[in-house]
């Protein structure tokens, strides 16, 4: 679910000390079949119909249903012919029944309804006209009457009619279609805020897996992009299906490449994507969205086949889908891209945990798309990976396997899956499950290297002592792998030997990516892993310690190390360590290693080049401007405007003429523009709504930067979170963080109290948190948070 955007974590802590548990809330019924029938008035930007829910009573004597329904007209409430007496506060609809429930009566309730251009659960876009839903995370209630809950699951049907030459798509299968009039119908039990309707004037692009229909909805013109985007699919659904031992367990698969679509979205059998996600043959070169693709895949095993039960079991989805589209791509692109993602994962995880630590499964949260952060998505992944290793392979698989049968259209928590590994593995994993899942915080390791009288002697200490870890920790000595224990704070290993090792690694198979490993070691031990070491990480590791020498010979080894690499991650990051490096040779190294072949590791020599102002940079970022990458130009304006060369506005007035997917190059020409100018003035033509999302989005990230310190930017972003673009409206509401203007605080608070809009209430909320912290004089360090990846 909008893994794009993931990063709320900022200041503050998660959740204030005196936040309250969350428990699911008491009910007296269970959903078991939800009807809608629907009219779509895209011009009066109107949705209209009834909803009619069949029930069955939990208990005896109820006389009242309660259904969460936001923002909505109620036309009246039905059972059968008898109307019966409700009361609707704007948020909850209270019906009266004509007489009382019975424990296991099955009731059907019509709800006459309709909602115009709502903030939120609906979304109508003008250009393309278009119509789409949203229901995580508590939103499925502001489009149709519903208990919004993650627990609440039954089957579902929706009948729907728009205006001629559009079409619909929902869950399940198509039952028929007549004209515009479309009925969907969905046969296996999902939660509600899996819901999904889609209206665009969409192509079909068919294909099949196993005999399940697959299929690619987008604008039309856009089908080359769409089989470009989503083209693996059928292969992901083999691969997933294989390695769970589940077979995909839907009538049919679809995606729907929605017009400003914040991210991704797993409902049932109809995934709504990004139409950013659609690109072209130029961008191809560098540019997919497999991982996206992937991520919302696994959800149709992992969040809505088996799904959390509330939103303090999050992770249940979201760790599990991360994870997954891990190894999908280890399994397209091999073990190094596997390792670097996980990296990636882990990186992002120790960003936010420098502003607050949560347990990744917890009770107190305040609003509920702020358990969304990269504690439940990144840090989640890299649990799972010690987790299946931990297992072994086998068992692992054996696990997952009886998990997803024993919980199937059912809802989870967490001590479901421990049971389940132990009922399948006899591995009981509470203890571990206590270490990762229920507690916060990492591992953080210093290790000390030393060769003593034919002894290498490794000293691990954990530095906090306070929260230690049992880790199954790997050491690898030359090619011999050893696995020890480390579960005390200090513990001294000593492997005797004939001579002195050349390479000293831990946890070198990556079983562990949430830690952190202060080394001790000599440096020439540091110059022999940059080149020898099997694993990615630890050349990576290495090229950041060598790097830290600063020397020119140290630049030297870099360069070799570049240039006989093979992978491109680590290509990348060699790169990135001579531009923190600094000196006139690293500048020079640099220069020399963009012409490397690999477009992505070329993007990051010449992001490295950023760093320095010197007019060698803006000669080079000149060629680079007719790279075939779209990626290595929008860089080389970046870098080139950083350089400070009078000249770069030049090269930016020629970039600005490039037309490029997603206005990738115009994007990059507006952050140039703010380095070369400085000026509010100079991006405030950008942030109006004429300009592309892209180019806008860029204008709205300047802001903290142009006009920190000045009302008019704080008031040009309250303006712009009420702009007609989620994308727009969350990242300026990211941006207030970073402005750091108290003057903002009461609007926020406004949002919190009055907005439908789930994403907009936890953004604010945490935003509020974020600027009184500001004002205690403890200013924090926002992290961006933003729908691009």
């Not at 012919?81 to 609707?88: A, C, G, I, M, W």
Request: with cysteine; aromatic share 10%; charged share 30%.
């Amino acid at each position: 679910m909008f893994e794009d955007l993931r990063c709320l974590g900022m200041g503050p802590a998660f959740a204030p000390s005196d936040t309250k548990s969350r428990f699911l809330p008491d009910t007296s019924f269970d959903t078991e079949h939800v009807r809608l029938e629907l009219n779509v008035d895209l011009r009066r930007k109107e949705l209209s119909g009834a909803c009619h829910t069949t029930l069955v009573a939990l208990r005896s004597g109820a006389r009242t249903l309660s259904f969460d329904a936001v923002a909505m007209r109620i036309g009246g409430v039905r059972e059968g012919t008898r109307p019966l007496r409700f009361r609707h506060d704007g948020k909850v609809l209270e019906v009266k029944l004509a007489r009382p429930l019975a424990a296991g009566e099955r009731r059907t309730v019509e709800i006459r309804y309709g909602t115009r251009d709502p903030e939120a659960g609906v979304r109508f876009i003008d250009d393309p006209p278009q119509m789409w839903t949203q229901g995580q995370t508590d939103d499925a209630r502001c489009w149709f009457p519903c208990r919004d809950v993650p627990a609440e699951k039954a089957t579902t049907e929706i009948r729907v009619t728009v205006p001629p030459g559009f079409r619909a798509v929902s869950n399940g299968i198509l039952v028929k279609q007549e004209g515009n009039s479309f009925h969907w119908k969905m046969d296996v039990p999902h939660s509600l805020y899996l819901v999904t309707l889609t209206v665009g004037r969409f192509s079909e692009i068919r294909e099949e897996w196993d005999g399940i229909p697959v299929t690619y909805y987008c604008e039309q013109g856009r089908e080359g992009d769409a089989r470009r985007a989503f083209g693996k699919t059928p292969r992901m659904m083999d691969f997933f299906s294989k390695k769970t031992g589940v077979r995909y367990p839907y009538a049919k698969y679809a995606q729907i490449a929605a017009a400003d679509f914040p991210g991704g979205m797993e409902n049932t059998s109809a995934t709504t994507q990004t139409d950013v996600a659609l690109y072209d043959a130029e961008a191809a070169i560098d540019t997919d969205f497999d991982g996206l693709v992937a991520h919302e895949l696994a959800h149709q095993w992992f969040g809505d086949l088996v799904t959390c039960a509330d939103w303090s079991h999050a992770w249940l989805n979201e760790s599990f889908a991360t994870y997954f589209d891990l190894l999908w791509a280890e399994f397209d692109l091999g073990r190094d891209e596997f390792w670097y993602k996980l990296s990636k994962e882990a990186a992002g995880y120790f960003d936010e945990s420098s502003d607050y630590q949560r347990p990744t499964a917890t009770r107190k949260w305040r609003e509920s798309f702020q358990l969304f952060d990269r504690h439940l998505y990144d840090r989640g992944a890299c649990v799972l990976r010690f987790f299946h290793q931990r297992l072994g392979d086998d068992a692992w698989w054996r696990g997952i396997r009886h998990y997803l049968e024993k919980h199937r259209t059912r809802e989870v928590e967490t001590p479901d899956l421990i049971q389940a590994l132990r009922e399948a593995t006899g591995m009981n994993l509470e203890s571990a499950f206590d270490e990762w899942i229920y507690r916060p915080g990492h591992p953080d390791l210093h290790a000390h290297y030393s060769w003593d009288r034919g002894a290498v002697r490794l000293w691990v200490v954990q530095k906090d002592e306070k929260n230690l870890y049992t880790l199954p920790l790997g050491v690898r000595l030359d090619d011999e792998v050893y696995t020890t224990e480390v579960k005390n704070r200090e513990h001294v290993f000593t492997f005797r030997r004939k001579g002195p090792p050349r390479l000293v690694t831990l946890d070198p198979e990556y079983h562990i990516p949430v830690k952190k490993v202060e080394w001790v070691k000599p440096p020439e031990m540091w110059d022999h892993q940059l080149n020898q070491d099997p694993s990615p990480i630890g050349r990576i590791d290495a090229a950041q310690a060598v790097a830290a020498r600063g020397t020119s010979t140290a630049v030297a080894l870099l360069e070799r190390s570049f240039l006989r690499e093979k992978f491109w991650g680590v290509r990348a990051e060699i790169a990135r360590a001579l531009g923190r490096v600094g000196t006139d040779a690293a500048l020079e190294a640099l220069n020399r290693l963009t012409s490397t072949s690999h477009p992505k590791a070329r993007r990051a020599a010449v992001e490295a080049l950023g760093e320095f102002r010197d007019a060698r940079v803006l000669r080079r970022m000149e060629a680079l401007l007719r790279d075939p990458s779209i990626h290595v130009r929008s860089e080389a304006v970046r870098t080139a405007a950083r350089s400070g060369h009078p000249g770069a506005r030049k090269l930016v007035e020629r970039a600005w003429k490039m037309d490029s997917w997603n206005d990738t190059i115009r994007a990059a020409c507006v952050d140039a523009v703010a380095s070369l100018d400085g000026r509010l003035e100079a991006i405030r033509p950008y942030l109006k709504p004429g300009q592309s999302r892209s180019v806008r989005l860029a204008a709205v990230r300047q802001l903290p930067r142009l006009a920190k310190g000045r009302p008019e930017g704080t008031r040009l972003l309250l303006d712009l979170v009420q702009d007609r673009s989620e994308w727009v409206q969350i990242t300026a509401l990211s941006m207030l963080g970073k402005m750091g203007d108290p003057m903002a605080v009461k609007e926020l608070q406004r949002l919190v109290k009055e907005d439908v809009n789930s994403r907009i209430r936890s953004i604010s909320d945490r935003m509020v948190r974020v600027l009184r912290l500001g004002m205690n004089g403890d200013a924090p360090k926002p992290t961006v948070v933003s729908p691009n990846r």
